[in-house]
C-alpha cells in the first residue's frame, strides 16, 4: 500500500503554502498591480479619446454653423448686390429713355421749325413765281 508519514506531509505543505505565499509577493501582487494600473490608463485614455471626439464634434458642429452663417451672409450680399444692380440698371435706363426722349422731342420741334421755315420761304417764292408769271402774262398781252 501507499505509505504517508504525517510528518513529511505536514512538511510538503508546509513548503507548498510558503512557495505560494512567496509567489504571491513576488509574481501575483506585482502581476495585478500592473495590471490594475494598464486598466486604469486605458481607461483614461478612452475617457481623454472620448472627450476629445465630443469637443471634435463640437468644434465641427460650430465650424458648419459658421460655413452655413458665412453662405447665408454671402447670399444676402450677392443679393443686395443684385438688387442694387437692378436699381441701377433701371436709373440707367431711364435716364437713357428720358434722354431719348428729350432728343427725339428736340429733333421734332427742330424739324417742325425747318418745316415751317421752309413753308414760309416755298409760299413767299411761289408768290414771287405767281406774280413774276403774272407779270409775264399780263405784260406779254399788253
Known amino acids: 500500500m501507499l505509505d504517508i508519514e504525517p510528518v513529511w506531509f505536514l512538511v510538503q505543505m508546509g513548503g507548498f503554502f510558503i512557495f505560494l505565499l512567496l509567489m504571491n509577493i513576488i509574481l501575483y501582487k506585482p502581476f495585478l498591480k500592473i495590471r490594475e494600473e494598464r486598466e486604469g490608463s486605458i ?3 478612452l475617457a481623454t479619446a472620448q472627450k476629445a471626439s465630443s469637443d471634435r ?3 465641427l458642429s460650430g465650424v458648419h454653423s459658421d460655413i452655413s452663417g ?3 451672409n454671402a447670399r444676402a450680399i450677392v443679393m443686395a448686390a443684385r438688387e442694387e444692380g437692378l436699381a441701377e440698371q433701371k436709373k440707367l435706363m431711364d ?5 431719348a426722349v428729350a432728343i427725339s422731342g428736340n429733333a421734332a420741334r427742330e424739324l417742325q421749325a425747318a ?3 421752309a413753308r414760309v420761304k416755298l409760299r413767299s ?3 414771287k413765281i405767281a406774280g413774276d408769271i403774272a407779270g409775264k ?3 406779254g398781252r399788253a
Open 43 to 45: 481607461t483614461s485614455m
Open 57 to 59: 464634434d463640437g468644434i
Open 70 to 72: 458665412a453662405r447665408a
Open 95 to 99: 435716364a437713357a429713355r428720358d434722354e
Open 115 to 117: 418745316t415751317e421755315v
Open 125 to 127: 417764292d411761289a408768290e
Open 137 to 139: 402774262l399780263v405784260g
